[in-house]
């Protein structure tokens, strides 16, 4: 009779377990401080979005289209290998995001992590926090208020790279002549945002 | 690097037999939980191109010389051996047939068995986590695989 045999009565893969002790090494992580990067996803109209925080607070937001692989990838590279699914450390975050989906929330009161942004572009995202819910401003003006009026592309690569989408508003930004233009998310999750407002 | 996740999503389940088969369904998944702890510590340290499957049952090894050595300063004497239920619910699964086997070996075959028949780790690999030279790893999987064949595979088709 084979080797391989021998070993066949033991399930190469056992679901149940896997799912009970990963939540248990999140934890335990947690409690050891040694979970760096904890994630989650979460169902929005616009798509299934990525939440992730450090213990500072949410550090990045991406939509789908941003391919959530990568977005874990450079989470690695950039803040720190130690990711974990792990989303008791998002359920304020995602249920502030359900809210506001939801038109029950117009601000929102998270700790933010703003690390992966710096320089101008850190300038631009702290500007974008005062456009309020319901509200536009173009390209040319934030760059203005960021102290740079002739940075409008700058501002306009600030978004793009914007690490907290929907949280940190860049879909409020438009164009001089009132067009949407472009987003992270793409236009459609845009327009979908600012229909959401202005409702 | 890739993200901690990736690394418990691809190895988690074989470093769960390799508990099992080493330390038992009772301790199994308590020596898989301090080894993916300790791995997730010690991983940003993680020498680029590393052998993580290696690296990771080097580990699980040490958790599970440390359950077998608590089990056996508890094990007390005893004319009656008590009935300890599966902890999957699976009546007569591995956990009372292929386990009973494996508990009978001697820990260095067991160990051997299951880094290199299990994991598929070569004897290099096998011998420079359990100690000892390749040709004592490959005799002891060798011993240990016929111990289980004899035990085990037989009773099972009879």
Same mark, same amino acid.
């Given at each position: 009779?084979?080797?391989?045999n021998v070993f066949a009565a033991l399930p190469d893969v056992d679901p149940r377990a896997q799912?009970r002790l990963?939540?248990?090494?999140?934890?335990?992580?947690?409690?050891?401080?040694?979970?760096?990067?904890?994630?989650?996803?979460?169902?929005?109209?616009?798509?299934?979005?990525?939440?992730?925080?450090?213990?500072?607070?949410?550090?990045? %937001?991406?939509?789908?289209?941003?391919?959530?692989?990568?977005?874990?990838?450079?989470?690695?590279?950039?803040?720190?290998?130690?990711?974990?699914?792990? *989303?008791?450390?998002?359920?304020?975050?995602?249920?502030?995001?359900?809210?506001?989906?939801?038109?029950?929330?117009?601000?929102?009161?998270?700790?933010?992590?703003?690390?992966?942004?710096?320089?101008?572009?850190?300038?631009?995202?702290?500007?974008?926090?005062?456009?309020?819910?319901?509200?536009?401003?173009?390209?040319?003006?934030?760059?203005?208020?960021?102290?740079?009026?002739?940075?409008?592309?700058? %501002?306009?690569?600030?978004?793009?790279?914007?690490?907290?989408?929907?949280?940190?508003?860049?879909? +409020?930004?438009?164009?001089?002549?009132?067009?949407?233009?472009?987003?992270?998310?793409?236009?459609?999750?845009?327009?979908?945002?600012?229909?959401?407002?202005?409702? | 690097?890739? *993200?901690?996740?990736?690394?418990?999503?691809?190895?988690?389940p074989?470093v769960l037999r390799v508990c099992r088969a080493v330390v038992g369904p009772a301790a199994a998944e308590d020596a898989w939980?301090?080894?993916?702890?300790?791995?997730?510590?010690?991983?940003?340290?993680?020498?680029?191109?590393?052998?993580?499957?290696?690296?990771? %049952?080097?580990?699980?090894?040490?958790?599970a010389?440390?359950h077998v050595? =608590?089990e056996? +300063?508890?094990?007390?004497?005893?004319?009656?051996l008590p009935e300890r239920p599966g902890t999957d619910g699976v009546p007569g699964g591995w956990e009372s047939d292929l386990w009973m086997a494996l508990k009978a070996l *001697?820990?260095?075959?067991r160990?051997?068995v299951a880094?290199?028949?299990l %994991?598929?780790?070569?004897?290099?690999?096998?011998?420079?986590?359990?100690?000892?030279?390749?040709?004592?790893?490959?005799?002891?999987?060798?011993?240990?695989?016929? =111990?289980l064949?004899?035990s085990y595979l037989?009773g099972a088709?009879?």
């Amino acid at each position: 009779m084979s080797t391989d045999n021998v070993f066949a009565a033991l399930p190469d893969v056992d679901p149940r377990a896997q799912l009970r002790l990963r939540a248990r090494l999140a934890a335990s992580a947690a409690d050891a401080g040694i979970l760096d990067v904890a994630y989650r996803t979460l169902d929005t109209p616009v798509g299934t979005l990525l939440l992730a925080a450090t213990e500072r607070g949410l550090v990045r %937001v991406a939509y789908a289209s941003q391919d959530h692989d990568a977005v874990l990838t450079e989470l690695a590279d950039r803040v720190s290998p130690r990711v974990l699914e792990a *989303p008791a450390r998002l359920d304020v975050a995602a249920h502030e995001i359900e809210e506001y989906f939801a038109g029950r929330r117009q601000l929102f009161d998270l700790p933010l992590d703003l690390r992966l942004s710096s320089g101008f572009r850190r300038t631009v995202l702290d500007h974008l926090r005062d456009i309020g819910y319901g509200t536009t401003a173009s390209y040319a003006a934030v760059a203005a208020a960021a102290g740079n009026p002739k940075a409008v592309r700058a %501002v306009g690569t600030a978004c793009a790279m914007n690490p907290l989408p929907v949280v940190v508003p860049c879909h +409020r930004v438009v164009r001089s002549d009132g067009t949407m233009g472009q987003y992270a998310g793409g236009t459609d999750a845009k327009r979908a945002l600012l229909a959401l407002e202005a409702a | 690097m890739k *993200p901690f996740e990736a690394i418990v999503t691809e190895y988690g389940p074989t470093v769960l037999r390799v508990c099992r088969a080493v330390v038992g369904p009772a301790a199994a998944e308590d020596a898989w939980s301090e080894t993916f702890l300790s791995a997730l510590r010690a991983y940003p340290d993680l020498r680029p191109g590393s052998n993580i499957e290696a690296w990771l %049952v080097t580990i699980a090894h040490r958790k599970a010389i440390d359950h077998v050595r =608590a089990e056996s +300063r508890r094990a007390v004497p005893t004319d009656h051996l008590p009935e300890r239920p599966g902890t999957d619910g699976v009546p007569g699964g591995w956990e009372s047939d292929l386990w009973m086997a494996l508990k009978a070996l *001697p820990l260095k075959q067991r160990e051997t068995v299951a880094y290199h028949y299990l %994991v598929g780790l070569p004897y290099a690999d096998v011998a420079a986590i359990v100690g000892g030279s390749p040709e004592a790893a490959r005799r002891a999987a060798a011993d240990g695989i016929a =111990a289980l064949r004899k035990s085990y595979l037989q009773g099972a088709e009879r």
